[in-house]
């Protein structure tokens, strides 16, 4: 079936740190994911999103790298602030084009 | 508007009744998604809707929950005979191209249903 999950549920870092959120998903016929940041009280907001066909992408001090072979997504932040604080979902397409999300990582930036 | 608006934004009810929640997404926005998320968990597709119909409603956990997008702007998401585990935020997303290469769904804030 299709399912994505992530390894860490919550990761603390240091301001000015980057950080490293990791995903897994299941389905090798997935074609697009996407990484969102929730914060509290809030909808999910897009932060980042890459192809099947591509191996990473870059974006605004974020950088998402999809390893096909095993089936894992990683998003990477970049002197990490204290506003980067937030629930990071990753998510893939589904069959039916809609997105399945995972369960997320809770990431606290200590200052 | 600019972004997805739901109302209510919190809705606080008893067990057995009536519920509906409203989603309006951003103008032009042809697809329209329902998600539930509950506490510590990601967003749980619901139905999702192109244009005035539903082109998937795998994700209803029951006949007591259904959506309605009669006009292809609004939506509202009905549940019947609430139960406490109904309890969550309900969030509601568009997109203008579902179908494209890229599937980036613009959420609204959410609705938050308590069931007491």
């Known amino acids: 079936g299709e399912s994505v999950g992530l390894h860490l549920p919550t990761l603390s870092v240091q301001e000015g740190d980057n950080s490293i959120i990791n995903c897994a998903y299941s389905n090798s016929a997935s074609d697009y994911f996407i990484w969102y940041k929730q914060e509290s009280g809030k909808g999910p907001q897009f932060i980042i999103d890459i192809r099947s066909n591509m191996d990473k992408r870059q974006g605004q001090r974020v950088t998402v790298l999809l390893n096909k072979t095993v089936k894992h997504l990683s998003l990477q932040i970049a002197a990490t602030q204290p506003g980067d604080s937030a629930v990071y979902f990753c998510a893939e397409r589904g069959s039916q084009g809609n997105l399945i999300f995972g369960k997320g990582t809770k990431l606290s930036v200590k200052p | 508007g600019a972004g997805v608006s739901q109302t209510p934004s919190n809705k606080v009810t008893e067990k057995g009744k009536y519920v509906e929640l409203r989603c309006d997404p951003i103008?032009?926005?042809?697809?329209l998604y329902w998600y539930r998320q509950s506490l510590g968990q990601g967003p749980e597709f619901l139905i999702y809707?192109?244009?005035?119909?539903?082109?998937?409603d795998s994700g209803l956990p029951n006949d007591r929950f259904f959506a309605v997008r009669p006009e292809g702007s609004v939506s509202t998401l009905k549940i019947q005979r609430t139960e406490r585990g109904d309890s969550a935020v309900y969030l509601c997303a568009s997109n203008s191209e579902p179908l494209s290469g890229a599937n980036v769904l613009t959420f609204g804030a959410g609705s938050r249903l308590t069931v007491l």
């Open positions: 809707f192109q244009g005035t119909g539903a082109a998937d």
């Open positions: 103008s032009g926005h042809t697809a």
